[in-house]
């Protein structure tokens, strides 16, 4: 029986993923860390089979144990956290070539932005697209001061120092959409942010001149890629060794995963224009901010909003045969104000409302 061990079961990445896995393999053997008995109930509401250890990422000798146990190990929890990451390596490690460990780690396409970031430039455009495949060689070489490249580094080094014992597999994903299927958070950030920062202004915003890209993926795609890698995992592995194949683990494991990509200054229009046509902002006007302005909303909502994250999943394509298959971000626009509207506690007509027009 393939036996899993996953962190941040109850995040929004994590949550949804394991809602995928579970959903398509009741029989696995799955494992969570959670952080109390809170937590934990939560999971095993919807998942009574799950098996439980309590802790956080800094329980290092938890993870560790975890880790020699499983066959697979999904760590959904937090991209930048060394410790964890290293006693889940260490742990997978101490398995014998006869019965490697498989390691998925979620990072994230912000390891793309430190360019914008070091040259300090935002909202303008970029022509630097990375992709995993043929150019892979650039992204396992990024910087050092890249965001999430220290914990990437960690990752990397297990797949290729103990690679007879240890397949790694990086999950990068772009900027997430659409409501998540998990037992707790199931709202993402980069999206809802800028449709909930629209509401609190009462208009329209950008970074600069709002011409960056991202790639975006819906959270139901991302976990059908995280499904399929489990799957290859749960088979041994296989597909590494076909002749002339791209490699699925090690070095070259590095997985972007988008459906698209998207001009932030144009999604800032799209959530501006339902906004003000449901009567919550007074005009469809999208407005300029600065960096520091931008950082106010949220944090480091200036490279989130106006950095260039641009990226393709050739590997997730070619090697897993996976495709996208949920509905776009211009589609779930809608959606996703309403329930920013709903948070906020707002009705259509706020605006007028607001204004003393009505």
């Given at each position: 029986?393939t036996?899993?061990?996953?962190?941040?079961?109850?995040?929004?990445?994590?949550?949804?993923?394991?809602?995928?896995?579970?959903?398509?393999?009741?029989?696995?053997?799955?494992?969570?860390?959670?952080?109390?008995?809170?937590?934990?109930?939560?999971?095993?509401?919807?998942?009574?089979?799950?098996?439980?250890?309590?802790?956080?990422?800094?329980?290092t000798?938890?993870?560790?144990?975890?880790?020699?146990?499983?066959?697979?190990?999904?760590?959904?929890?937090?991209?930048?956290?060394?410790?964890?990451?290293?006693?889940?390596?260490?742990?997978?490690?101490?398995?014998?070539?006869?019965?490697?460990?498989?390691?998925?780690?979620?990072?994230?396409?912000?390891?793309?932005?430190?360019e914008?970031?070091k040259?300090?430039?935002?909202?303008?455009?970029?022509?630097?697209?990375?992709d995993d495949?043929?150019?892979?060689?650039?992204?396992?070489?990024?910087?050092?001061?890249?965001?999430?490249?220290?914990?990437?580094?960690?990752?990397?080094?297990?797949?290729?120092?103990?690679?007879?014992?240890?397949r790694?597999?990086?999950?990068?994903?772009?900027?997430?959409?659409?409501?998540?299927?998990g037992?707790?958070?199931?709202?993402?950030?980069?999206?809802?942010?800028?449709?909930r920062?629209?509401l609190?202004?009462?208009?329209?915003?950008?970074?600069?001149?709002?011409?960056?890209?991202?790639?975006?993926?819906?959270?139901?795609?991302?976990?059908?890629?995280?499904?399929?890698?489990?799957?290859?995992?749960?088979?041994?592995?296989?597909?590494?060794?076909?002749?002339?194949?791209?490699?699925?683990?090690?070095?070259?494991?590095?997985?972007?995963?988008?459906?698209?990509?998207?001009?932030?200054?144009?999604?800032?229009?799209?959530?501006?224009?339902?906004?003000?046509?449901?009567?919550?902002?007074?005009?469809?006007?999208?407005?300029?901010?600065?960096?520091?302005?931008?950082?106010?909303?949220?944090?480091?909502?200036?490279?989130?909003?106006?950095?260039?994250?641009?990226?393709?999943?050739?590997?997730?394509?070619?090697?897993?045969?996976?495709?996208?298959?949920?509905?776009?971000?211009?589609?779930?626009?809608?959606?996703?104000?309403?329930?920013?509207?709903?948070?906020?506690?707002?009705?259509?007509?706020?605006?007028?409302?607001?204004?003393?027009?009505?």
């Open positions: 029986m036996k899993i061990f996953a962190t941040g079961a109850t995040g929004y990445i994590g949550g949804d993923a394991l809602y995928a896995i579970v959903n398509a393999h009741p029989d696995y053997d799955i494992t969570c860390l959670v952080r109390n008995s809170d937590k934990g109930a939560l999971v095993v509401k919807d998942y009574p089979k799950i098996k439980l250890v309590y802790g956080d990422l800094d329980s000798e938890l993870l560790e144990e975890e880790a020699k146990k499983a066959d697979i190990v999904c760590h959904f929890a937090h991209a930048d956290h060394k410790a964890s990451a290293t006693s889940i390596a260490k742990g997978l490690a101490a398995h014998e070539a006869a019965r490697p460990g498989f390691f998925i780690h979620t990072s994230g396409t912000g390891i793309l932005l430190f914008d970031i040259s300090g430039t935002y909202g303008e455009a970029s022509d630097k697209v990375y495949l043929e150019h892979v060689s650039e992204v396992v070489s990024l910087p050092d001061d890249a965001p999430h490249r220290n914990v990437d580094k960690i990752v990397l080094e297990a797949g290729t120092k103990y690679s007879d014992r240890v790694t597999a990086i999950v990068c994903p772009p900027a997430i959409y659409g409501p998540g299927r037992c707790a958070k199931v709202r993402s950030h980069q999206i809802p942010q800028l449709a920062s629209t609190e202004l009462g208009y329209g915003f950008k970074v600069g001149e709002g011409k960056t890209r991202w790639g975006v993926v819906n959270v139901h795609d991302l976990s059908n890629l995280y499904l399929k890698l489990v799957e290859e995992a749960a088979a041994g592995g296989t597909t590494a060794e076909w002749p002339g194949k791209p490699a699925v683990w090690g070095a070259e494991g590095y997985y972007f995963c988008e459906s698209g990509e998207i001009v932030w200054g144009e999604v800032s229009q799209w959530i501006a224009t339902e906004a003000h046509k449901q009567g919550l902002i007074e005009t469809d006007e999208v407005r300029s901010l600065s960096k520091e302005e931008a950082d106010k909303l949220t944090p480091w909502g200036s490279a989130l909003w106006g950095a260039n994250s641009r990226a393709r999943a050739k590997r997730a394509r070619e090697v897993l045969k996976w495709e996208p298959k949920a509905p776009s971000l211009r589609e779930v626009i809608k959606p996703t104000l309403e329930l920013e509207v709903k948070s906020l506690g707002l009705e259509p007509g706020h605006a007028k409302r607001a204004a003393g027009e009505v």
